[in-house]
């Protein structure tokens, strides 16, 4: 894993370039690794896949603050590109998310996700979820960005994606005026999760001058674009949040189909192409060159 701050630096680079990024999410140490080797320059810890996959349990509020933290310190160490973690509500009161945040920068991200959602919180692309007022999510960011500038006096710091959930309960200008706000505060990029058209989409990025994050959610109730179309109407980043677990559940699903009616479940992947991926390789590589280094004479 590289240094913490050069992943920040290398994140705070990629976001200053012309060409949308594009951001596979992963979920657990071995799809980071697997996001990395596909040649992608950054990652995110969905706390949708993480619940999922950590504890066979929905996105609504139940995973934990070390829950995470432990899962992201697995990611962000199994990779050498930046990662971005899910921080959900920041786990509490504007202490909480202090403390989040300083702890996430320790795991090793490059950058948090902080959303205004009450709590329990739910995926954003589910019915039930409330927000707090904006009273209470501008003091929630702006403990963010407090927290940041500490961080940055030791020598830290990280990227803040300032997230709003509003536009489902209280509507597209109130979403807006959330950004803006969250955006003078100093978050570094803006993300009104749900919106529900193309135009919805297009007035975000208009109104908002901060880069801005679009999430891709097949059957969810954003329409769903190419990258370019995405870049033309103005969106930085690009997440897909629940692509890799989809198609990992499917793949397994007819795996066990083929287990359970005494069929060889076969793949494209070898054994030893696994091994590759998982690292056995670099494992052995490493174990022979300190194997072969002589002791010093005593």
């Known amino acids: 894993m590289l ?9 705070r680079r990629q976001l200053s ?5 594009l951001m596979p999410c992963a979920f657990d ?33 139940l995973i934990s603050y070390h829950e995470m933290l432990d899962q992201g310190r697995n990611i962000c160490h199994a990779v050498s590109i930046p990662v971005f973690g ?20 320790h795991a090793g991200f490059a950058g948090i996700m902080l959303e205004d959602q009450q709590n329990p919180k739910r995926c954003g692309h589910t ?17 963010a960005v407090d927290a940041r500038e500490q961080a940055r006096k030791m020598g830290h710091d990280i990227v803040i994606v300032a997230r709003t959930d509003a536009r489902a309960t209280l509507g597209l ?17 803006i993300f009104i999760e749900a919106p529900q058209s193309i135009d919805e989409m297009t007035s975000i990025c208009r109104e908002i001058t901060a880069p801005q994050m679009a999430n891709m959610v097949d059957q969810g109730v954003t329409p769903v674009l190419p990258p370019e179309e995405l870049e033309k109407i103005g969106f930085k980043l690009v997440a897909y949040p629940a692509s890799l677990l989809t198609a990992s559940v499917e793949a397994m699903q007819k795996a066990l189909l083929k287990l359970k009616s005494g069929e060889p479940v076969d793949t494209h992947l070898s054994f030893q192409d696994l091994q ?16 072969t280094k002589k002791a010093p004479d005593v």
């Open 3 to 11: 240094n913490q701050m050069h992943l920040v630096e290398d994140l």
């Open 173 to 189: 200008d109130e979403a807006i005026r959330r950004g803006q706000a969250f955006q003078e505060l100093g978050a570094d990029v």
């Open 127 to 143: 019915k039930g979820k409330q927000v707090v007022s904006q009273l209470e999510a501008i003091e929630r960011m702006a403990a």
């Open 17 to 21: 370039t012309p060409n949308i990024l």
């Open 86 to 105: 899910d921080a959900d509500t920041g786990y509490g009161n504007v202490m909480n998310v202090q403390r989040t945040l300083h702890g996430y920068i």
């Open 29 to 61: 140490a071995l799809s980071a690794k697997l996001i990395e080797q596909a040649g992608f320059s950054l990652t995110f810890m969905s706390g949708f896949g993480v619940s999922s996959a950590r504890l066979g349990m929905p996105d609504t509020g």
């Open 276 to 291: 590759k991926h998982i690292g056995f390789q670099d494992y052995d590589n490493n174990l022979r060159r300190l194997s």
